[in-house]
């Protein structure tokens, strides 16, 4: 199984950008075979899926998110990101990468990094 | 989008009970959804998926059943480690949608 670990930078100020790094082990980023998410939870709430990003380059997004997402891939560090702009306290919360497959099983989930919005 | 309408939202169970989760598709999925557990300050856990696969290491207690609309994960004789929170999500198409959750919480 690979081993994915969120990280960024814990707290962003409103209207900022929130960066987040999905670093991968275990498993090549460029296996065909699959593709790489995010997933959010706002504090004692439930799940909410942002978006993923296939071995093609191809995206999705949720509709919700769409205008301010961007999910990428860094094959030779064998990471990928998001990048949600103009963030507001509805943006607190747990996000999780994670890596798909297709035909089997939807998420293989990593530990999750906390992202406030505040000022 | 196709909204994810899971029940109960809590479940209050004893060690060795059964216990079923439901959810219903706003409309027809196939059997593309998968369930997840959850427990306090920890990233899901992938327990099902195409709505009857067991999950790799997913003990076999566990059961996934539906096509359609609706499904159900079924856990046999509940142990410890079992109350947590489950989600059941479909992947039929974008964008993917979660159900709201089910606390099983011991009695």
């Known amino acids: 199984q690979p081993q994915l670990q969120a990280s960024g930078p814990g707290l962003v100020k409103p209207s900022e950008t929130l960066s987040l790094t999905c670093t991968v082990s275990?498993?090549?980023?460029?296996?065909?075979?699959?593709?790489w998410g995010w997933i959010r939870q706002p504090p004692g709430k439930g799940l909410e899926w942002v978006g993923n990003?296939?071995?093609?380059?191809?995206?999705y997004y949720n509709p919700s998110l769409e205008s301010r997402t961007s999910i990428s891939v860094d094959t030779s560090k064998n990471q990928f990101f998001l990048r949600l702009k103009s963030v507001t306290a509805a943006d607190t919360g747990v996000y999780f990468c994670?890596?798909?497959?297709?035909?089997?099983?939807?998420?293989?989930w990593g530990q999750g990094t906390l992202a406030a919005v505040s000022s | 989008d196709i909204q994810m309408t899971q029940f109960p939202s809590f479940v209050s169970a004893s060690v060795g009970d059964r216990v079923t989760i439901t959810c219903r598709a706003s409309?027809?999925?196939?059997?593309?959804v998968a369930w997840f557990q959850q427990s306090p300050g920890k990233a899901p856990k992938t327990v099902m998926y195409?709505?009857?696969t067991l999950e790799n290491g997913v003990p076999v207690r566990f059961s996934g059943s539906g096509s359609g609309t609706e499904f159900t994960l079924t856990i046999d004789t509940l142990q410890p480690e079992d109350f947590a929170t489950y989600y059941c999500?479909?992947?039929?198409?974008?964008?993917?949608?979660f159900g709201q959750g089910t606390r099983v919480d011991i009695k």
């Open positions: 999500q479909q992947y039929k198409s974008f964008p993917w949608t």
């Open positions: 409309q027809t999925i196939e059997d593309w």
């Open positions: 275990g498993d090549s980023i460029n296996n065909g075979n699959y593709y």
């Open positions: 990003i296939y071995s093609s380059g191809l995206t």
């Open positions: 195409r709505a009857s």
């Open positions: 994670a890596r798909g497959n297709v035909w089997k099983s939807p998420w293989v």
